[in-house]
């Protein structure tokens, strides 16, 4: 079956940093997608990759090794409304978009 | 403000009655889906439109219904609702010509849906 794991919840200290994992199993890939989800809020897009490597979009990158089936978000300098729910999902062979559940980061001062 | 207008925000259903989530997007996008969130799931799809007067079914599609008259609106029905149709329900859009899961996807601020 198809599959994506990425951690329940985490927290992190504000000003630091943190890399937030997601492990996916598809049938066919066709890139992963990053969305940031403020409690009570939409989804909103962060990122898409869909070649390996890392992809650097201000304070927040995301990598991508197709042949691990791994990605990570990475969030710098981080401040308190970085607090958020983070989710992975991946394009399978069919263009399905499969969700994980979410991360839930939160950040202490 | 260009995006995706749901309505109601939210709403506590008795089971058995019928409910009609709305979705408006001004951003003039051909495809449209519905997805439900639940804790500790991931969004799950339930329907989707790729144009105008033509509707596909997702992962869920069970117990709900939609329509695409046009290209802003796609109402999400539930004919008789049941508890475990409680969810957080988002609309979504994107501009590609088709729906497809490698598109960028705006949401609307989601429906909060109890059924008791």
């Known amino acids: 079956g198809q599959n994506i794991d990425q951690p329940t919840e985490m927290t992190a200290t504000e000003g630091a940093i943190v890399q937030i994992n997601c492990t996916y199993q598809?049938?066919?890939?066709?890139?992963l997608f990053w969305y940031q989800q403020h409690a009570g809020e939409a989804p909103t897009f962060l990122s898409y990759n869909v070649l390996d490597g890392l992809e650097e979009k201000g304070r927040f990158s995301s990598f991508l090794s197709r042949s691990k089936g791994y990605s990570y978000l990475l969030l710098k300098e981080l401040q308190m409304k970085d607090s958020a729910s983070y989710l992975c999902?991946?394009?399978?062979?069919?263009?399905?978009?499969?969700w994980g559940a979410g991360t839930k980061l939160i950040i202490k001062p | 403000i260009a995006g995706i207008t749901q309505a109601p925000t939210s709403q506590i259903l008795a089971a058995g009655r019928r409910m009609t989530l709305r979705c408006t997007q001004d951003m003039r996008h051909n495809a449209m889906y519905w997805y439900r969130q639940d804790l500790g799931l991931g969004l799950r799809l339930i329907h989707y439109s790729n144009t105008a007067g033509t509707t596909g079914k997702g992962e869920v599609p069970d117990g709900y219904s939609v329509s695409r008259a046009n290209t802003d609106d796609f109402p999400l029905t539930l004919a008789s609702a049941v508890p475990s149709q409680t969810s957080v329900y988002f609309c979504a859009s994107s501009d590609s010509g088709t729906a497809s899961g490698a598109n960028v996807l705006t949401f609307g601020a989601g429906s909060r849906l109890t059924v008791l």
């Open positions: 598809t049938s066919g890939f066709n890139g």
């Open positions: 999902a991946a394009v399978d062979s069919n263009y399905q978009l499969i």
